[in-house]
């Protein structure tokens, strides 16, 4: 009896052993492919230069041309009252670098007209009696209507004209205290919501870039070569194979989500107002997302060519148009937004935009949150059945 | 020649929809020796192989390799066969060193094994001196000896070489076949399939397979006394003008 307990308990150490040699055995085959994995990023110069240079490029080149000085924007004006006042400030405006006055309007009737067309960018209005009411009161109020449907240039547009409305102030106030208050109305985009969404917009952009081209092409390489036979006759499984070649860029990619967001910070003032630790989550989560789908192509795709088609028409080009990065979704035909509604940027730029400019917390981002878990979970389960598939 | 069989194939069938790759194949492979597979482009032998490789699944038959069987321990067996592909010879990014260190890794050496066993290796192919070379940068018949050697790394039972010198000059053709020889010596078993009459020579049995059979499974020399012919070259083209007349009857 001594002797059976002895021996089992010999055979449970057995088993435990065995299972940890296992274990510390297939972590030792997964960390010499892995290293495997870096050494061709590291060789190749190129994919250095799509990870760091294209992101680092894209936020300065973004972040410049969207905060640029506006110059001889066109502007009409409504001149109800015809005074000397009002038509001082009129020839300011005019004659300032920043606008030129293209149109004369008779009545505000035409003011939404005009705007509509697009020829001009803001209208300026004076009411009837301006000018009395501003000598009699000392203070008179006129009107600014901007389109903010670009709400880069409305947001500079208004507050050039503010600050020549202060400056314009200032110059009669040495005769005397006068004041002109302008009200400003901003039409189209009120709450300037697109205020620069290029941040979230251009991370979640190159998020799915970096992921899923990265990933597929690395993938359908081992294909290409041959040396995906190689890796599948021996000891790595299929899943530890994916997991091998998609683990560098998942890291790689997180890199970028801190490179991005210390860019926003330090070289356009744009910090993170809500929880820097959630964003990073919600961006583990949409690399994971967008990694899975690199996956997918490649389970689909024979060749590197064919995987960039893919990756770069297929999902790149409606991510870009249909995401609400640069168009605003609101607008567009219904068709396109319930196409917007499979597309996982559409869902990620809605988190960062959150998180990062309105500072919000998981209470408000959720819903979101869960649509990304669930596409992943579809695409990683997608993903395995076809890499079976193509093992038969 | 020891009798032990290593590979153990019994009515091997491996259908594609309607298309037979595999009709009812029937051999064994044993220890230690090199055994040449050869057949016409299409005649088969690359599914075969890819079977006995666990690439793909067979649709019915008995299939054993070193011991194992392949329906049931796939995953065993990997471990104790080495693979050279036709298409595939090492990362051409990397240097000899890394890959060595890489398949060794995934094949589960311990770092001291894998650097002794590398050491051993470069020495006998007298290329120590290019233990830090990008592959790309050595010329194609020195990657197809590394390739060898990789496979042979972590000491298999038996190695797979699919075509291994397509595309390679006599002359360093030879020398692969002398790694060949050697590793054979070492007791892995060697299972090769080629298109160069003149290495079917080497090999110590060969089986020819023609659509999808064997049609002829013996030693060269008993191969040609049997055809009454001086060399494989004309005992191929003698089987396959004996298929011809056999197709037109």
Sequence with gaps: MKCFCESQGVRKKQI????????????????????????HIIRDPRTLVILFGIPAAQILIFGYVISMDIREVQIAVVDLSRDTISRQLIHKFDASNYFRVSHMLNSVNEVEKILKSGSVKEVLVFESGFGTRFMREGEAMMGLIVDTSEPNTGRLVASYSEALIADFNRELAMAGRLKIVPAVRMLYNPALQNEYMFVPGLMTLILMLICALMTSITITREKEFGSMEVLLVSPLRPMQIILGKVAPYLLLAFGDVLLILAMANFVFGLPVKGSLMLLLLESVLYIGLALSLGILISTVSKTMQQAMFISLIGLMLPSILLSGFIFPLENMPLFYQIISLILPPRWFIIIVKNIMLKGTGFRFVWKETLVLIVMTAIFISISAKKFKIRLE | MQQIPVILVRHLVKKFGTFVANDDLTFDVFKGEVFGFLGANGAGKTTAMRILCGLSRP??????????????QAEAIKKRIGYMSQKFSLYKDLTVYENMRLFGGIYGLSLHDLKSRIDQLLGQLDLRKQRDTLIADLPLGWQQKLAFSVAI???????????????????????????????????ITVFVTTHYMDEAEYCDRVSIMSEGKIVALDKPAALKKHYGVGSMNEVFLRIARSEEEADSR
């Design chain 2, 59 to 72: 649709t019915s038959g008995e299939l054993r390799v070193d011991g194992l069987d392949v329906h049931k």
């Design chain 2, 153 to 187: 790394l972590h000491h298999p039972s038996i190695v797979f070489l699919d075509e291994p010198t397509a595309g390679v000059d006599p002359f360093t053709r030879r020398q692969f076949w002398e790694l060949i020889y050697k590793a054979a010596y070492e007791g």
């Design chain 1, 16 to 39: 435990v052993d065995s299972i940890q040699t296992f274990g510390a055995k297939t972590l030792h085959r997964l960390l010499a492919f892995i290293h495997k994995e870096f050494l």
